[in-house]
């Protein structure tokens, strides 16, 4: 069965690189939302087996947007990847406290992101 993902970050250029990593070389099916209000409302009308979910976005952050994915009982189930450009060992261990999925940091290869994503779901490829 194909995977579907939704995919949150503010940066149409990172969206488009998963996009077409997850697509091209994953074989899953991938929705973009450009901003993470964007992202809760297809998180609770379409059913994703996986969210990647970027850290820095105006208005709203990740953290947030994933407290409000945590919040609703149709979306707390499903995992979340986040992805940061921070590395700090503080930010993994609140990474780590929030009970996300795991994290990618950018920047990422685009021809392996597939695998990390796959690796930490624990799908087999």
Not at 38 to 63: C, H, N, R, V, Y
Not at 84 to 95: E, G, H, I, V, Y
């Amino acid at each position: 069965m194909t995977k579907h993902i939704l995919v949150i970050d503010d940066e149409a250029d990172i969206r488009d690189v998963i996009q077409m990593s997850l697509e091209g070389f994953g074989g899953w099916k991938v929705m973009q939302a450009s901003s993470p209000q964007q992202g809760l409302l297809k998180a609770k009308t379409e059913p994703f087996d996986a969210i990647i979910l970027d850290i820095s976005m105006p208005d709203m952050d990740g953290f947030e947007c994933f407290g409000h994915l945590q919040a609703d009982l149709n979306t707390q189930m499903i995992p979340v990847v986040l992805l940061t450009a921070k590395a700090l060992p503080s930010d993994r261990r609140r990474f780590a406290a929030m009970g996300v999925a795991g994290v990618i940091i950018k920047p990422f290869n685009s021809k392996q992101v597939w695998k990390q994503v796959a690796e930490i779901l624990g799908w087999n490829i």
